[in-house]
């Protein structure tokens, strides 16, 4: 049986043109380590990141006038969302919704069960 085997070559498969063969993983970057620095940089950077921050402001928009239009429009109902949820306290909501439930007829009702009847 062993002699079946004896003319393979053991190996990796070796490609023309193909200087290494091995697969080359990616290394996870450490995002905690990388905020840490992020940090520690800004505050060294105190006075720089000032100036940095005057040359953004610079920066000159290329939305167009209907993107513009849509963000304006999009945050104007966000915060009219926000002061709808505002009005009311959770408790006078969960009354409401207390009554709604009263005045709906009781065929949404799950009905008991019972084992003796």
Do not use: C
Not at 18 to 24: L, Q, R
Not at 63 to 74: F, G, V
């Amino acid at each position: 049986m062993a002699d079946a085997y004896e003319g393979v070559s053991r190996g990796t498969l070796k490609l023309k043109g193909v200087t290494d063969g091995g697969v080359k993983k990616k290394k996870k970057k450490n995002k905690a380590k990388k905020a840490l620095e992020d940090i520690s940089q800004s505050t060294s950077k105190g006075k720089i990141d000032r100036s940095e921050e005057d040359h953004e402001e610079e920066t000159v928009d290329t939305r167009t006038p209907a993107e513009m239009a849509y963000d304006k429009i999009k945050e104007k109902r966000a915060a009219e969302r926000i002061l709808k949820k505002a009005e009311k306290t959770h408790k006078q909501r969960v009354e409401k919704f207390n009554d709604y439930l009263d005045g709906l007829s009781e065929h949404y009702d799950i009905p008991k069960v019972s084992w003796t009847k």
